[in-house]
């Protein structure tokens, strides 16, 4: 059996972190391990790169510094976790990948999708989900859910304004229009627990 490789994907307070746990919970009772990782992050490398792009002023890194730093934080985890994962038989879960940077850096920031592509050729050796879930909640849905969390605005993403957000919401969509066979748009509104079906009847062609 090989290792699947799933990604979520969406706007702050989507619901990504939540549904990677269910969905691993949920394949757990079918007998199918999965990890569970992140990004940026998941890898020790990976794990400090996070640690640079995310905290600081909103204008700490520009949109060129940031796209690298996303693309050296992934080449790391994919090397050191999401790879040997997969090689051993596990599936993947992660909680954000490639199309963040497209969506964030490339919709809402300008940086040109192809370059954001080659980035990820060389840094990742092109390794694509098998599947991707766009989780789309109204922006303001998603905000208020993110507050209710954490609070307003803790982190350089998080503390920007509804309009930059907005383009990331943009951005994802066009994504899964554009490629509909690895990514499917997930309405997120609704509890928890009717996202997780809808997300497991959406993975029903692997678990026949
Ligand atoms: N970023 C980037 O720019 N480029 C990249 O390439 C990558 C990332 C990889 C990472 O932030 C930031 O980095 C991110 C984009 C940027 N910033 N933004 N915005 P992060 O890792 O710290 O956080 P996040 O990825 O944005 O996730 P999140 O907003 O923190 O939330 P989430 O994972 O989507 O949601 P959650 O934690 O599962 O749920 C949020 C709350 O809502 C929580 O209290 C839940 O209990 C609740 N919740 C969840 N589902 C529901 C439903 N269905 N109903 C009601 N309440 C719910």
Redesign the pocket.
């Known amino acids: 059996m090989p290792g699947r490789f799933i990604s ?1 994907e ?11 746990r269910a969905l691993a919970a949920a394949l757990g009772h079918r007998g199918i391990e999965a990890v569970v990782t ?4 998941g890898s020790e490398g990976a794990e400090a790169i ?1 640690a640079l ?2 905290q600081g002023r909103v204008d700490r890194w520009g949109p060129r510094a ?2 690298l730093m ?1 693309a050296a ?2 080449a790391d985890h994919v090397a050191t976790l999401i790879r040997p994962a997969l090689a051993a038989g596990c599936w993947v879960i992660c ?4 199309d ?2 497209r ?3 490339g919709a809402a920031e300008g940086v040109d999708d192809a370059a954001i592509l080659a980035l990820h050729d060389f840094g990742s050796q092109g390794l694509l989900p098998d599947r991707t879930f766009v ?1 789309d ?1 109204p922006v303001e849905q ?1 905000t208020a ?2 507050i ?3 609070g307003a605005g ?5 503390a ?1 304004g509804a309009g930059f ?1 907005q383009a ?1 919401a943009r951005g994802f969509r066009t994504i899964a229009d554009r490629e509909p066979e690895r990514v499917r748009l997930i309405d ?5 627990a ?2 997780t079906t809808r997300l497991l009847a959406e993975l029903s062609d692997w678990l026949a």
Do not use: I, N
């Open positions: 979520l969406g706007g702050e307070g989507a619901g990504k972190s939540t549904q990677a992140r990004e940026p992050g996070r792009v995310l940031e796209t996303f934080a992934r909680d954000r990948f490639l963040s940077t969506a964030y850096q989780l909640v998603g859910r993110a209710g969390r954490d803790t982190d350089r993403f998080a920007r957000h990331v997120a509104s609704g509890d928890a009717a996202v």
